[in-house]
């Protein structure tokens, strides 16, 4: 039976009647109350059982003192017999929380919806003006043969995801493999990491690229890399043009000034993750524990724009930069101070500036304080060295090199 809340109930405006039922003497009953299928609120806070003639009238209650004496005491002992029932389930329960196993690990990923169907056009990306309907299916432009067909029972998102991955995809490995070189090199092969297409520039070595690409999707039982991105990252690290120094020769400059051609190596500041990991590794703070959630107790700093915001800068970690929260209002200021990535947009290739306020937050910031003093804290610990030592076990610490001559002087 079912029961439309959303009515007036015509019985003294609180109930509605759901029927009539046949009750064996003797024989227990159940009433199971559900609200399978339903929308919006859903409030059942009485049912009342009502015995009615064949007519189906209600039938009159003796009102003598035995009898009603008699149906008080029946209840109170229903009620007695129930908090008893309630109390041993309660026990039951927490019994079994101390006793539970630890939880499973979570993870958030997609699903499809029961009723699957083509969507509507929203109208200048506005989700609330739609329009017409559109079949699912691939870009045809974008296809190297024929469109694979989705079946009117699934999303489609399987389909696309066999498409990006498949071997005879002519983007998908050389995009992965030109950041990846991008990445260790300093310069893409394709300079414009985010943009394969017309706009985009041209690789400065085609052949290059695609015997990477090639190489990452083939299979490792065919020499290939079958790909694992670690593979790569050892491919290119083992060669020589990633073994070259930055050392500055006049003829080649004349000749290739921007290095297209790789004839030196790139010269390249430190990104924002690993300027902050260095001091923390140079001071001796830096924790290498695995485990532990590193959002635990942020929850309303994520929520909300309040007066404590400041509270995510007490709280400074010492994890590595690759485990710290991004909360996109409240960046730490030592990673947005060095172009780091804005975390609402894809960035393939960061941009990389020299600026005043790099030189003042490596003045000013506590952060960059603290580590300062830690490292000084360590180094002048060891007693009973000379200065040029100290200077020299200072650089070897910092730099992971020797101060020369001239540095040993204005030390």
Known sequence: MSLDQSRKPPIDNLFASVGSFRFDSGQPASLTISTTGTKGYVIVDAVRLVEVDKAGKPVAIADSPENANAAVKQATANVETLKAELASLDEQIEAMEKNAPPPLPKAIAVEDFEEIGDCEICIRGEHRNRGDRVQRGFIQVALAGEAKQISDATSGRRELADWISSPQHPLTSRVIVNRVWYHLIGEGIVRSVDNFGELGER?????????????????????????????????????????????????????????????????????????????????????????????????????????????????????????????????????????????????????????????????????????????????????????????????????????????????
């Open 203 to 411: 690789p400065t070595h085609p052949e290059l690229l695609d015997y990477l690409a090639t190489r990452f999707v083939r299979p490792i039982s065919d020499g290939g890399f079958g790909w694992s991105i670690k593979r790569l990252v050892r491919e290119i690290t083992l060669s020589h043009v990633y073994q070259m120094a930055s050392d500055h020769r006049e003829s080649a400059w004349h000749a290739d000034p921007e290095n297209r051609l790789l004839w030196r190596a790139n010269r390249r500041r430190l990104p924002a993750e690993a300027i902050r990991d260095s001091m923390l590794s140079i001071s001796g703070q830096l924790d290498l524990s695995p485990g532990g959630s590193p959002v635990e107790g942020l929850g309303t700093l994520v929520t909300n724009n309040s007066a404590d915001a400041d509270t995510y800068e007490r709280k400074e970690t010492a994890k590595r930069s690759i485990y710290l929260p991004i909360i996109r209002n409240e960046l730490p200021p030592t990673l947005t101070v060095f172009d780091f990535a804005d975390p609402d947009l894809v960035v393939g290739k960061r941009p990389v500036t020299n600026v005043p306020a790099q030189a003042l937050l490596m003045m000013n910031s506590p952060f960059v304080m603290n580590c300062a003093e830690q490292t000084a804290t360590q180094l002048l610990a060891a007693a009973g060295r000379s200065p040029e030592q100290l200077i020299a076990d200072t650089y070897q610490v910092t730099l992971s090199r020797n101060p020369t001559v001239a540095e040993v002087e204005r030390a």
